[in-house]
């Protein structure tokens, strides 16, 4: 007796029974019969009451044995049996008679079955044959040793893997089915049968349609739904709502709903409740999935997928990524021995899933550069007066393009969110070149900064919007880690774009401070990205911002490390040598020049040519500072001093290119910048404050055709001629400042003879 | 699978009212069928009478001459057809019979009976010297070794019809969240959810050959929960 009380239940712990062969605890066997049947599903068992006995049926099909009941559902009895003649198994179903006694029923079925044998697919269980018996309608179909779907779910959820591997070959079935026009209209679990080497196979392709349930068909015959069609209503937690409302609009779009449906089963164990949770709040699952799901159930069928293809594309891609090999040789094994076209169904794209990216990705991310690129084109191009407009402009295109996007995006979702991540993004841009334009121009003009700032606050406010709107279309799967990262990876991207490419022009108004708190920022900001993407690589845009980030990092670093000039360092010269040489000038195009000697040139790498203050203007300096911006002794016209780092510090502080101030007592001294056309110069001019006529009297005034143009150098007050002035027009005044901005034309090219009378 | 084969199968699934009221119109294949039914089950009450103190040859006489007694005289007519259970039927007819066979004991000789089932006594007898003392009633001991029995049933159809039973059987009695299917797949050289399909597709076959042996049993096949219950009680006490 020893070795029997060796054996224990590895259930339940207790001693096996004694002298039973199959060494099994049999309080446990029962235990297990009995949880894994819920008294309900004991209605439907054959075991309760037949709806027909088998002995009858056995009469009824000579050619066949009938064995054993198989089941017994809404859409009829189902019973194993062994064909004869070609010596296989086969299901025999017989429909309801009750459902039976409809009008018109034997021509719809006739019809309808004539078009289901039709269907021979490796993932459809085949019709073999239908007809009528003594008023018994019966479908022999292609017997599937194995379990459904709801066997399986019964005990909860599948694991995502499992549930990935099982949708694919369902979206395969619904895909060819749909192409031949026919929708199942009752995809459940039970409906879905894995058989023993875990191929899966969608049964009752139709049946739906052939019992005329919600009223599908026989409404369109007799005008009138019959009241038998109505009292069934199919199976109500899969069904689509169109299936409900409007029954003769449903098409195969009803069909990836329910699928949806079975999918969401699959993966929480749950049927969808209201309001609809996405999945991974209940379980632990790749978000991806929620996206997927969301859309197949979403209640509009132009929002779900509108081909069971895309579905399946998409599903094996998460699989791919997720799983890796282990899903890809689940979902291979899956059908080890099928036809061709069975292990056609399960193979998966390598190139989709090696990529990772759907398109839409890719989309959002080429959009952002292009945006991006084209931003720091034209602001290097521009100038600040212009941004107002660029602004706005820019502004909007992108309304306009969002906007678009949107109407297009009324047939898809997918539309949708790309429109609103490109509002989001956009927003960023325009408000970063808004704030950017604002701080860095602060000797516009009042109606330029007042521009400016409307087109700042748009782009916030736009921004906000975009925001919102993603926020919204992804309300159900919120976990904006991802996004944030993402965030963090562009800004560690645009401020060393935006710094190094506009040093020349945004350096010199950027204190030194600023510039290292940029630069900081950027390598913070890289490291932010890098850390939260690989906290969220599996949420939306993770992975991306560790990548982005990352190249972000190692590009700062080799910066860094290499001791090239940081953007930080734009318009510092950081060479004692430099000031023994150097003097600084200002040259005719407005501009101030240093000149140096090769030496220095050499030290740097840098060509002072390259750095000059390219201000555009005509300016008289009035202040230089150190690093710090305390005041440095430093003499213009030797170049002597004691600084060893110097910045030129222009005050008043540069105005918009294309102008100049100056100070005289109404008299034009100076230009100015040929910019654009030439001999087309633009300028502005400073009135004494004590000039009251001029601030007072603001008009255009045309220079007569032919007036000269006298260019005078603050420095040595030497005149010169420079050409012809053909029109003036003094367009802008301040009061407070008696700033008076002048806008002339002239010719270009010394006119003999003739003096300047630009006066006033 | 041979065509001989078909007829029993189907009958596996009339239920024994139904079988009782053929052989008392004189079917033989009724009565064939009941003998099959009655294979099944013999080992309780034998057991049972074992466990009353009757010697081995007795039980085994008796049980003989029970069988026979049911279907010589009009013992079927007992059978309530509506709220029948051929486990409480069988029980009480017995009972009924030994009573009346006490009386008569000597009148009767051993194997006189025109029917004698070829059955294995000796496998019966196992359990039977060790059980220990038990406060427990004979009738309770009779309800367990019918479950064991109406399992054992089963379990041998499944052997018979399933490939490969003795590989998937232990999973019958475990919960599916004790069962590792990746490490069965692996064994068994499968995926594992194909390892997962054929271990529900057992339980499911299982399921299905245990409600319907069940509901041979009973008088009305919507009590087959009620009676899986009941067996459940009797063997979990």
Sequence with gaps: MEPEKKSLCPECGNPLPAGGEHHLCLACLMAQALASRTASEGGKSCGATPLVPPAEIQAKFPHLEVTECLGRGGMGVVYKARQRSLDRWVAVKILPPERVGEQKFADRFAREAAVLAKLSHPNIVTVHDFGEVDGLFYIIMEYVDGVNLRDLLREGKLEPEQALSVVPPICEALCYAHEKGIVHRDIKPENVLLDRAGRVKVADFGIAKILGVNGVDSADETGVPDNATQSVVGTPAYSAPEQKSDPQRVDNRADIYSLGVVFYEMLTGELPGKPLEPPSRKVRIDVRLDEIVLRALERKPELRYQQASVLKTQVETIAAEMGGASVADAATRVAPDSSPAGSAAVRLDPSAAALGLTKRRWEIVIWGFILAAACVEIGLNVTPVECGWIIGIVGVLLFLMSVSLTVLAGIDVGRLKIAAQIVLLDGIVVAFIGIWCAFHSPGLPDPWAIAISIGCGGGILYCLNGLIKVGRLESQTTDPLGYIAFFFAIISGIIPTIFYWLKPWAAPWLSPAGQQFMLWLTLLAGIAAVMLGFVARKLRFGWQATVIGGLNVVIWLLFFVAGRMSPLEAGSLDTPELLQDETLEIQRDGSIACQLKSSSINRTGHSLDSEQFNASSFLQIQKITDDQGSPLKFDVETGRGDLRRYRVRLEPPVPPMGSVTYVSEGTMVGLIHAKGEPGVFEYSMDHSPGYDGITRHIERHKLPTGAQLVWKNTTDLEEEKVGDIVELHIDRRIPSHGHIAVRYRYKLGPAPGTESTTSK | ?237
């Design chain 2, 1 to 237: 699978m041979s065509s001989r084969a078909s007829t029993p199968t189907l009958f596996a699934t009339t239920r024994w009212t139904v079988i009782c009221d053929a052989a008392r119109g004189g079917d033989t294949a009724a009565v064939e069928a009941l003998e099959t039914l009655f294979s099944t089950y013999w080992r309780p009450l034998y057991r049972y009478l074992r466990r009353l103190g009757r010697s081995a040859p007795d039980a085994e006489d008796l049980v003989q001459g029970f069988f026979a007694h049911l279907l010589a005289h009009d013992g079927l007519c007992l059978v309530d057809r509506a709220v029948g259970r051929f486990r409480a039927f069988l029980l009480g007819a017995l009972k009924n019979y030994v009573a009346n066979e006490w009386r008569r004991e000597h009148r009767h000789k051993r194997g006189g009976f025109a029917t004698h089932l070829s059955v294995d006594w000796q496998n019966a007898e196992t359990g039977l010297r060790i059980e220990p003392a038990d406060p427990r009633t004979p009738d309770l001991f009779y309800d367990l070794d019918w479950a064991a029995a109406l399992l054992d049933k089963v379990l041998d159809d499944l052997a018979e019809s399933e490939t490969n039973f003795d590989r998937w059987k232990p999973f019958l009695s475990l919960g599916s969240g004790r069962i590792p299917y990746a490490e069965i797949g692996k064994e068994s050289g499968m995926s594992e959810s194909a390892a997962r399909v054929a271990v529900h597709r057992l339980r499911k076959r299982f399921r299905q050959r245990l409600r319907q042996e069940i509901a041979r049993t009973l008088g009305d096949g919507a009590r087959v929960d009620d009676e899986m219950r009941a067996l459940f009680a009797v063997l979990s006490a």
